[in-house]
């Protein structure tokens, strides 16, 4: 085949991927943009973490060692700078996540890629195939990042040079790959001189100089300057502008787009060797179809708002400050005014006898659910277990939300809670019509945000890509969109969970890190926390350094791969670390060698105040230990997993309750369940609280092929009744407060006495003496099973009563029960509460 041909097959083939993205930019005028970098990740940003496109195609680059944000011209920007140095780990997890030399394969003379060598700057790739590649980098020859003579185009920028240097510094440089095999690429690069560019085009065997102004190349001048290349195609001319200002026009010259590559890649501030670094900070990398720029002009702004849009005005909700955190326990008295208070521990207790807080499993509803297009052998029940969400709509609609084929989202909704339908959305995928957003997702939680503007009330925080933690937003939760700039920067390992909280007007975030290790050397899943003022990308980290890393590890037990951020390899995100403070995970002394907690399914509690609930799903492995534990994993797999319950009054300090689980495992109706996963979100029904789990019949990591069947149950718990403080039966238990003053005219309690139990309930004052008439002795008896029972005293009578009522003295109408407590209002006093066989889960003083 000669040349000639050769050549015309090739333009015929890059015209068939770019002829698409030239009509539609060409008729979306708005969409004309092929690529914008910001660099506005956060400073001290780790190797191998993702910078975005923040255009509408999204072409990840990763940083790499060479790569620093620092200071730019809006925000952040992109400096080259001598290689970050790595204190690499020993040699037993250095192959695993490319730190090792690879060896150079037949017919190749570069190395391959590895952490040691991984000096570039920014990066994207299609090549590199020995290492984990999994953030969605695009063909770049596929692409209009191909520069060449078949469409007009834009690069512009903006440039500090900072430093003298006797060499070229790239800009960009685009290869067929496979990277430094060949010279075949495009590049534009400074030239030393520091008065001029040159555009390299291998294929058209041009390099064309471009004179440019060297006050603005100069790195003694200390500015900003914005550079523009424009291409036109039809006249073979290309104009560079300086500040808006037309420079001395180059030859004129007929680029050559690159063949497409299969190993092709793009690499900004270095070449494809790591050589000729650019010797200044960059900003605002942006790439376009078309003559941006025709004529002199203003140099433009920023460009965030045009990409990302103005961050819409929150109103934050504020709540009561929080009560009992660990520094106001001493208080005095509690300013309890209206709050509830659920017995979920002893915060508001000062003393008590025979009392023990007990936790109280839900009823599992044996219907099972049903959801229409999926049944319990489909392949998408695995993705349940690590995507459902649960949000009930203003409208009282249970929507059930989880990944399907691909992991895109989709979503189902039911009135009653157990018939769920799959509403067409319009949007196809697979042969399911319920998709709400058609992106490689998963691993988010859905959440309805009380503080965003109507058009940004939904929320989905959710790993995406692989490449970090985004934020999709939504009007009405049928399709989110993307905020364009990443959350944070970590790769999402599992479901996380985001919560308001109106108590401290901060969103607190929960992430999985897999830093820690067992005592077996295995991954110990744990969850670390984070607290923001708002959600607007990026969300702040203090980075951690290896040395820092390396000191914390002579204190716990972490993986010995430091610094962390080497976890996935120098083009993968790594995972969390110990950015953030932990605050889900095993306890050593009594989770013998657990892999951890799975995922915490935090919620705020939104009936009562400074009540924080976790259902954290553990993961007992049996990898390690004593043999008969190990041999486990040979018949049946890595492990079961369990639904525990934690509860805390500042989401910070949790108090768990390993036993009973929570949601156990065993004999659901027909089916053996080994695994079970609960769904972040909860649902109020009259007195119920309504939640969803995904159940497993088989192990984590199973060892054996077998038939897998996998469903969702609902769950039932009382309302408020998760945990309660306990009386035996036997005996009396007695519950005496501290010092509270309260706001309303009665006292309210959640209560369980079943028939043969009892309680009586009485008001001290702050010495702990009985008040007149609403002393124990003068109470009224609770008994029953009561969601809201006043609590009431004898004001009038009672010394008519006897041993029992056939021998009472007097009538009816000479007794008075009343439970106006409004004469003690603002009053400093205390509660006791005396039980008997039975079970108190809240109390509240309201006006009734």
Same mark, same amino acid.
């Given at each position: 085949?000669?040349?000639?041909?050769?050549?015309?097959?090739?333009?015929?083939?890059?015209?068939?991927?770019?002829?698409?993205?030239?009509?539609?930019?060409?008729?979306?005028?708005?969409?004309?943009?092929?690529?914008?970098?910001?660099?506005?990740?956060?400073?001290?940003?780790?190797?191998?973490?993702?910078?975005?496109?923040?255009?509408?195609?999204?072409?990840?680059?990763?940083?790499? +060692?060479?790569?620093?944000?620092?200071?730019?011209?809006?925000?952040?920007?992109?400096?080259?700078?001598?290689?970050?140095?790595?204190?690499?780990?020993?040699?037993?997890? +250095?192959?695993? @996540?490319?730190?090792?030399?690879?060896?150079?394969?037949?017919? =190749?003379?570069?190395?391959?890629?590895?952490?040691?060598?991984?000096?570039?700057?920014?990066?994207?790739?299609?090549?590199?195939?020995?290492?984990?590649?999994?953030?969605?980098?695009?063909?770049?020859?596929?692409?209009?990042?191909?520069?060449?003579?078949?469409?007009?185009?834009?690069?512009?920028?903006?440039?500090?040079?900072?430093?003298?240097?006797?060499?070229?510094?790239?800009?960009?440089?685009?290869?067929?790959?496979?990277?430094?095999?060949?010279?075949?690429?495009?590049?534009?690069?400074?030239?030393?001189?520091?008065?001029?560019?040159? @555009?390299?085009?291998?294929?058209?065997?041009?390099?064309?100089?471009?004179?440019?102004?060297?006050?603005?190349?100069?790195?003694?001048?200390?500015?900003?300057?914005?550079?523009?290349?424009?291409?036109?195609?039809?006249?073979?001319?290309?104009?560079?502008?300086?500040?808006?200002?037309?420079?001395?026009?180059?030859?004129?010259?007929?680029?050559?787009?690159?063949?497409?590559?299969?190993?092709?890649?793009?690499?900004?501030?270095?070449?494809?060797?790591?050589?000729?670094?650019?010797?200044?900070?960059?900003?605002?990398? +942006?790439?376009?179809?078309?003559?941006?720029?025709?004529?002199?002009?203003?140099?433009?702004?920023?460009?965030?708002?045009?990409?990302?849009?103005?961050?819409?005005?929150?109103?934050?909700?504020?709540?009561?400050?929080?009560? @009992?955190?660990?520094?106001?326990?001493?208080?005095?008295?509690?300013?309890?005014?209206?709050?509830?208070?659920?017995?979920?521990?002893?915060?508001?207790?000062?003393?008590?006898?025979?009392?023990?807080?007990?936790?109280?499993?839900?009823?599992?509803?044996?219907?099972?659910? +049903?959801?229409?297009?999926?049944?319990?052998?489909?392949?998408?029940?695995?993705?349940?277990?690590?995507?459902?969400?649960?949000?009930?709509?203003?409208?009282?609609?249970?929507?059930?939300?989880?990944?399907?084929?691909?992991?895109?989202?989709?979503?189902?909704?039911?009135?009653?809670?157990?018939?769920?339908?799959?509403?067409?959305?319009?949007?196809?995928?697979?042969?399911?019509?319920?998709?709400?957003?058609?992106?490689?997702?998963?691993?988010?939680?859905?959440?309805?945000?009380?503080?965003?503007?109507?058009?940004?009330?939904?929320?989905?925080?959710?790993?995406?890509?692989?490449?970090?933690?985004?934020?999709?937003?939504?009007?009405?939760?049928?399709?989110?969109?993307?905020?364009?700039?990443?959350?944070?920067?970590?790769?999402?390992?599992?479901?996380?969970?985001?919560?308001?909280?109106?108590? =401290?007007?901060?969103?607190?975030?929960?992430?999985?890190?897999?830093?820690?290790?067992?005592?077996?050397?295995?991954?110990?899943?744990?969850?670390?926390?984070?607290?923001?003022?708002?959600?607007?990308?990026?969300?702040?980290?203090?980075?951690?350094?290896?040395?820092?890393?390396?000191?914390?590890?002579?204190?716990?037990?972490?993986?010995?791969?430091?610094?962390?951020?080497?976890?996935?390899?120098?083009?993968?995100?790594?995972?969390?670390?110990?950015?953030?403070?932990?605050?889900?995970?095993?306890?050593?002394?009594?989770?013998?060698?657990?892999?951890?907690?799975?995922?915490?399914?935090?919620? &705020?509690?939104?009936?009562?105040?400074?009540?924080?609930?976790?259902?954290?799903?553990?993961?007992?492995?049996?990898?390690?230990?004593?043999?008969?534990?190990?041999?486990?994993?040979?018949? =049946?797999?890595?492990?079961?997993?369990?639904?525990?319950?934690?509860?805390?009054?500042?989401?910070?300090?949790?108090?768990?309750?390993?036993?009973?689980?929570?949601?156990?495992?065993?004999?659901?109706?027909?089916?053996?369940?080994?695994?079970?996963?609960?769904?972040?979100?909860?649902?109020?029904?009259?007195?119920?609280?309504?939640?969803?789990? @995904?159940?497993?019949?088989?192990?984590?990591?199973?060892?054996?092929?077998?038939?897998?069947?996998?469903?969702?149950?609902?769950?039932?718990?009382?309302?408020?009744?998760?945990?309660?403080?306990?009386?035996?039966?036997?005996?009396?238990?007695?519950?005496?407060?501290?010092?509270?003053?309260?706001?309303?005219?009665?006292?309210?309690?959640?209560?369980?006495?079943?028939?043969?139990?009892?309680?009586?309930?009485?008001?001290?004052?702050?010495?702990?003496?009985?008040?007149?008439?609403?002393?124990?002795?003068?109470?009224?008896?609770?008994?029953?099973?009561?969601?809201?029972?006043?609590?009431?005293?004898?004001?009038?009578?009672?010394?008519?009563?006897?041993?029992?009522?056939?021998?009472?003295?007097?009538?009816?109408?000479?007794?008075?029960?009343?439970?106006?407590?409004?004469?003690?209002?603002?009053?400093?006093?205390?509660?006791?509460?005396?039980?008997?066989?039975?079970?108190?889960?809240?109390?509240?003083? &309201?006006?009734?």
């Amino acid at each position: 085949m000669s040349g000639m041909i050769k050549k015309c097959i090739t333009c015929f083939l890059l015209l068939l991927v770019i002829f698409p993205l030239l009509v539609y930019s060409q008729t979306n005028k708005e969409e004309n943009t092929i690529a914008v970098w910001l660099f506005d990740e956060q400073q001290g940003l780790y190797p191998s973490k993702v910078l975005n496109d923040v255009g509408p195609r999204t072409y990840p680059l990763v940083l790499g +060692r060479a790569g620093y944000i620092v200071e730019g011209k809006f925000g952040n920007a992109l400096e080259i700078r001598e290689p970050l140095e790595i204190v690499f780990p020993d040699e037993d997890v +250095r192959e695993k @996540f490319g730190v090792d030399e690879y060896e150079i394969p037949e017919g =190749r003379t570069v190395e391959p890629m590895n952490w040691q060598n991984a000096e570039f700057g920014a990066f994207m790739t299609k090549g590199e195939s020995h290492l984990r590649t999994q953030i969605g980098f695009p063909h770049a020859t596929r692409t209009g990042l191909n520069l060449g003579s078949v469409f007009d185009w834009t690069v512009e920028f903006w440039y500090k040079p900072t430093r003298e240097t006797n060499d070229d510094g790239v800009v960009f440089e685009i290869g067929h790959g496979p990277r430094g095999e060949n010279d075949k690429v495009t590049r534009l690069y400074t030239n030393a001189n520091n008065q001029s560019f040159t @555009f390299f085009n291998q294929p058209s065997g041009i390099a064309l100089t471009i004179s440019s102004n060297a006050d603005a190349l100069n790195p003694l001048s200390d500015k900003w300057s914005h550079f523009a290349f424009v291409y036109s195609s039809d006249e073979e001319q290309l104009y560079h502008y300086v500040n808006g200002v037309l420079q001395d026009l180059p030859a004129k010259a007929k680029f050559i787009a690159l063949d497409p590559g299969i190993e092709d890649y793009f690499v900004v501030g270095t070449d494809g060797m790591w050589q000729r670094p650019l010797p200044g900070k960059l900003d605002e990398l +942006r790439f376009s179809f078309g003559k941006v720029y025709e004529n002199e002009f203003t140099p433009p702004g920023s460009f965030s708002e045009k990409y990302l849009g103005v961050w819409p005005e929150y109103t934050y909700i504020k709540g009561e400050p929080l009560l @009992f955190t660990p520094e106001r326990l001493n208080e005095p008295v509690v300013e309890l005014g209206e709050r509830k208070y659920l017995f979920i521990d002893d915060a508001i207790v000062d003393q008590m006898e025979n009392i023990s807080f007990v936790l109280n499993p839900p009823k599992i509803d044996r219907e099972i659910m +049903r959801l229409k297009c999926v049944d319990e052998l489909d392949g998408n029940w695995e993705r349940f277990r690590k995507h459902l969400s649960i949000v009930e709509d203003e409208n009282g609609l249970i929507r059930l939300y989880s990944a399907v084929d691909d992991e895109y989202l989709a979503v189902w909704v039911s009135r009653d809670g157990i018939n769920f339908e799959a509403p067409d959305l319009g949007v196809e995928h697979e042969g399911k019509t319920n998709i709400v957003l058609p992106e490689p997702v998963g691993t988010g939680t859905v959440f309805i945000d009380p503080n965003a503007p109507p058009e940004h009330r939904w929320k989905y925080i959710t790993g995406y890509h692989r490449s970090g933690v985004y934020l999709y937003t939504s009007p009405d939760g049928w399709s989110f969109t993307r905020y364009k700039q990443s959350l944070l920067p970590f790769r999402a390992a599992t479901q996380m969970d985001v919560i308001y909280d109106d108590q =401290r007007q901060q969103y607190i975030g929960y992430w999985r890190s897999g830093f820690a290790r067992t005592p077996g050397g295995y991954t110990q899943r744990e969850f670390v926390m984070s607290k923001h003022p708002s959600l607007k990308p990026p969300l702040l980290f203090t980075p951690v350094s290896g040395e820092e890393q390396r000191r914390v590890a002579q204190e716990r037990r972490l993986s010995h791969e430091i610094p962390w951020f080497l976890d996935n390899g120098p083009l993968t995100p790594g995972k969390f670390g110990i950015e953030f403070p932990t605050v889900f995970g095993p306890d050593d002394d009594i989770d013998y060698r657990s892999a951890g907690v799975y995922n915490p399914k935090s919620v &705020k509690y939104p009936w009562a105040p400074d009540t924080y609930l976790a259902f954290p799903v553990f993961y007992f492995h049996y990898y390690e230990g004593y043999p008969g534990r190990q041999v486990l994993s040979f018949t =049946r797999g890595g492990g079961p997993t369990e639904t525990q319950f934690s509860a805390s009054r500042d989401g910070i300090n949790w108090k768990r309750y390993p036993r009973p689980a929570y949601v156990g495992i065993g004999r659901y109706d027909d089916l053996e369940v080994i695994q079970n996963y609960i769904a972040p979100g909860l649902v109020k029904r009259g007195d119920e609280i309504w939640q969803y789990v @995904f159940v497993d019949n088989d192990y984590h990591t199973a060892a054996h092929e077998r038939t897998r069947k996998r469903r969702i149950y609902r769950l039932i718990q009382r309302f408020d009744g998760f945990v309660s403080a306990d009386a035996p039966y036997e005996k009396y238990g007695t519950i005496i407060t501290r010092p509270l003053r309260f706001e309303g005219n009665r006292l309210v309690l959640n209560i369980d006495t079943d028939a043969h139990g009892y309680a009586l309930v009485g008001l001290l004052d702050e010495a702990g003496n009985p008040i007149p008439g609403f002393a124990v002795e003068e109470s009224v008896l609770i008994n029953g099973d009561h969601i809201a029972i006043e609590a009431e005293w004898i004001k009038r009578g009672i010394e008519r009563f006897r041993e029992n009522i056939r021998d009472f003295d007097g009538t009816v109408d000479d007794v008075e029960v009343s439970g106006d407590v409004s004469s003690l209002e603002g009053s400093t006093v205390r509660v006791k509460i005396r039980l008997r066989g039975a079970k108190l889960y809240s109390m509240q003083f &309201k006006n009734e």
